[in-house]
C-alpha cells in the first residue's frame, strides 16, 4: 500500500500524523496534570476553612445570642465567595457542577474531558454543643476551567497553524523536487522512443542535477550512436543498391543475349525440324523453357532494380506493381490510395517506398491467404505514411518480421524513419512512416 502512494503523500501522512499526535498528546496530558494543578491552587482555601470555623465557634461561645451572631455571619457572606454555611438541614450535599457557578464559553465536552478534583473541605459549627451546620469551602471553578479553555484552543490553533505551515512548506519542496523528476522522466521516456533532440531541463536538488546533466549526456552520446548506426545502415543499403544494380546490369548484358540466342536458335531449329514430327515437339518444349527463363529473367531484374522509376515516376511504377499482382492474384480484390505528390520523390527514397510495397504484396500473396488487400501511400505535413492491410491469417508467432520485412526495416532506419507490424480487428498492417520532402513541396514553400 505504501509503495503505491505518492511522494507528496508520502510527505503529509507522517507530519500530519505527527501534528496529530502532538496534540492529542496535549489533551491527555492536560486530563493527567489539571486535577492535581486544581487541586494545588485551591488548597490555602481549603486549609481557612479550620481557622475560619475555630473563630467563629469562638464568638459564638461569647456572644450573648449565638443564633443573632451567626445569622449576622452568613449575612456576611457573599454568594459569589468561595465560602458559604450549610445549615444541617434542608441543604443538600454540593456536587462538582456547584463548583461551576460562572461557566459560560466553556463546550461541555471540554468539561467532561477534565477530571475535577474533590475540592469541599467542611468544618462544624457549634452553639451550646449543638452541631447546627458547617462552614465549607466551594470554590468557583469555571475561570481556572475557562483559562485551560484557553491554553487549549492556543495549543490547538497552533498545532493547526504549523500543519498549514508545513503542509504548504511540504507541497512547495515536494514540487520543486518532483518537477525536475518528472522532467528526468519524461526525458528518459523521450529517449527510450529514440527521441534525444530535447534536453532535459537541468533544475532541483545537486543530486537530481546530476542525474540530469549524466541523462543529457547519456542523450547525446546515444543521439550520435544513433546517428552513425543511420549512416552506416544507409551506406549498407547503398552499397546494397550499388550490388544490386550491377547484379542486375550482368544479368541484363549476360544473361539476357544468352536467353535470347537460345530463344532465335529454337525457333529456327522448330522451322528447319518441322517435317520431322517428334524433334519439332521436343524443340518447342525448349523454345517455352526459354521464354519461361527469360519470364523470370525479367521478374528477378525487376526486383533487383525497377529501373523503370526514374522513367515513369514513382506512382507509375507503384500502379504498374499493383497490375502485375492483380495478374498472379485475381482472386482478391486489392484498393489503393496514392497521393499524386509521390511523384516528386525518387533516389533511394523512391526505390525504399517500392520495395515496401513489392515486399508487403509478395507476403500477402505466398502467406495471408487474403481475400482483400488495401494499400495507402500519402503524404501528411512533411511525412509520407504507407499502410498495406490485409484480412488474411496474419503472421506467426514470434516471426514477426521475416527475412523482406527485416530488410525494409533497416532501410527504413537508415532513412530515419519507422516500420511496424500489427495484428487488429482480424487484419494485418504493415505501417510506415518516412520523413519526405517532395518536389512539388520544395517548389511551392520556395
Not at 195 to 206: C, E, L, N, Q, R
Request: one cysteine or more; aromatic letters at 6%.
Amino acid at each position: 500500500m505504501w509503495q503505491r502512494l505518492s511522494f507528496r503523500t508520502r510527505l503529509f501522512l507522517p507530519l500530519g500524523a505527527s501534528l496529530l499526535a502532538a496534540l492529542i498528546l496535549g489533551g491527555i496530558l492536560l486530563q493527567i496534570f489539571s486535577t492535581h494543578q486544581l487541586a494545588d491552587e485551591h488548597e490555602p482555601g481549603r486549609r481557612s476553612i479550620a481557622t475560619i470555623t475555630a473563630a467563629l465557634n469562638d464568638a459564638l461561645r461569647a456572644s450573648d445570642n449565638p443564633q443573632e451572631t451567626l445569622d449576622a455571619f452568613v449575612r456576611s457572606l457573599d454568594a459569589s465567595t468561595d465560602i458559604q454555611f450549610r445549615p444541617m438541614e434542608g441543604a443538600p450535599p454540593p456536587s462538582p457542577k456547584d463548583a461551576l457557578r460562572n461557566l459560560k464559553a466553556v463546550p461541555q465536552w471540554f468539561v467532561n474531558l477534565i477530571t475535577l478534583p474533590e475540592m469541599e473541605a467542611a468544618s462544624p459549627v457549634v452553639i451550646d454543643g449543638r452541631h447546627v451546620g458547617d462552614i465549607v469551602f466551594l470554590p468557583d471553578l469555571s475561570a481556572d476551567l475557562f483559562e485551560k479553555w484557553i491554553g487549549f484552543l492556543a495549543l490547538t490553533s497552533l498545532v493547526a497553524v504549523l500543519m498549514v505551515l508545513t503542509g504548504i512548506v511540504a507541497y512547495v519542496f515536494a514540487g520543486s523536487a518532483l518537477r525536475p523528476l518528472q522532467h528526468l522522466g519524461e526525458g528518459l521516456t523521450r529517449m527510450r522512443r529514440g527521441d534525444y533532440t530535447k534536453p532535459i531541463p537541468v533544475a532541483g536538488p545537486p543530486e537530481i542535477r546530476r542525474s540530469c546533466e549524466e541523462a543529457n549526456a547519456l542523450a547525446a552520446t546515444l543521439a550520435q550512436l544513433s546517428q552513425d548506426n543511420r549512416d552506416l545502415m544507409h551506406r549498407l543499403v547503398s552499397l546494397q543498391d550499388d550490388e544490386r544494380r550491377d547484379l542486375a546490369r550482368e544479368l541484363h548484358d549476360e544473361l539476357g543475349p544468352l536467353l535470347f540466342s537460345i530463344r532465335a536458335g529454337t525457333i529456327a531449329l522448330i522451322e528447319i525440324t518441322r517435317p520431322a514430327g517428334n524433334l519439332g515437339n521436343s524443340a518447342q518444349d525448349v523454345l517455352q523453357s526459354v521464354e519461361a527463363l527469360q519470364q523470370t529473367n525479367r521478374r528477378i531484374l525487376d526486383r533487383l532494380r525497377p529501373l523503370y522509376i526514374e522513367e515513369l515516376g514513382l506512382p507509375t511504377s507503384v500502379q504498374t506493381l499493383f497490375r502485375n499482382f492483380r495478374k498472379q492474384a485475381p482472386h482478391v480484390d486489392l484498393t489503393d490510395t496514392i497521393d499524386p505528390r509521390l511523384d516528386g520523390i525518387d533516389g533511394p527514397l523512391a526505390q525504399t517506398v517500392y520495395r515496401l510495397i513489392q515486399e508487403a504484396l509478395t507476403n500477402v500473396l505466398r502467406h495471408a491467404e487474403a481475400n482483400h488487400v488495401q494499400v495507402q501511400a500519402v503524404v501528411v505535413e512533411g511525412t509520407l505514411v504507407i499502410e498495406i492491410a490485409d484480412d488474411g491469417g496474419g503472421f506467426p508467432a514470434g516471426n514477426v518480421f521475416g527475412r523482406g520485412l527485416t530488410g525494409m526495416h533497416e532501410r527504413v532506419r537508415a532513412l530515419s524513419g519507422s516500420l511496424s507490424l500489427l495484428r487488429a480487428d482480424q487484419r494485418t498492417y504493415v505501417r510506415c512512416r518516412l520523413p519526405v520532402e517532395t518536389t512539388r513541396d520544395a517548389t511551392s514553400s520556395g
